[in-house]
């Protein structure tokens, strides 16, 4: 379990911001984990904002929600940008499904650190292909803390880290839930690849 290096309140002087990454499968308990830490900063009495991309609307038009209903209040975004505008001056903010937006929040994320703010992103880490699913390869590689959480395989039971697509479809971004992709281990994500 991840433990904050630093939670208690500090001056404006004291801040030292830092990116933290939370990645994995479908399923995985990435959102589960964010909004964790989210309301651990709540209850250190920091001023918190919480984005997520607009295209995401599965479970709520406004709150990011986890698969097993654990919701927090958020802001959707239409652009990474509008986030550093949105941001204030909290202590920390939250980014949900961070590979649905483009590269312009690498960006983002390094202005709201280097400006002394905790940032917070989950997001996938592979696409339905099983391949790196962009902007999360260079936002693990800022970030200064690093979770990769598992899902099960919902075929064998084993650790699963891929997220299989169960249409044929083939545009990268589809927004989807259990109707449309299964958490997989590596054998069976390739087995049923083919």
């Known amino acids: 379990m991840f ?3 630093s939670i208690g309140k500090k001056s ?3 801040k030292k911001g830092h990116i933290e ?6 399923f995985s308990g990435k959102t589960e984990e964010l909004i964790r830490r989210l309301n651990r900063a709540l209850i250190a009495r920091q001023k918190v904002e ?3 991309p607009s295209i995401d609307k599965r479970y709520h ?5 986890s698969h097993n209903e654990s919701a927090i209040r958020s802001t959707p975004v239409n652009f990474a940008d509008d986030i550093i505008l949105l941001a204030g001056d909290c202590d920390v903010v939250g980014i949900d499904e ?3 937006f483009d590269q312009q929040i690498i960006h983002v994320a390094a202005v709201l650190a280097n400006s002394g703010k905790r940032v917070i992103m989950a997001g996938l880490d592979m696409d339905f292909e099983g391949k790196p699913f962009d902007p999360m390869p260079q936002l693990l590689a800022i970030a200064e803390y ?10 064998c039971g084993d650790l699963a880290s891929y997220s299989f697509r169960l249409s044929d479809a083939k545009e990268k971004v589809m927004v989807g839930e259990k109707e449309s992709y299964e958490a997989r281990c590596r054998k069976c994500f390739l087995e049923d690849k083919k």
């Open 146 to 155: 690093v979770t990769k959480v598992h899902a099960i395989c919902m075929k």
């Open 3 to 5: 433990i904050e290096p």
């Open 50 to 52: 919480i984005f997520k």
């Open 21 to 26: 990454v939370i990645c994995g499968s479908m």
């Open 98 to 100: 961070v590979q649905f």
């Open 61 to 65: 038009e406004f709150d990011v929600v």
């Open 12 to 14: 404006q002087h004291e």
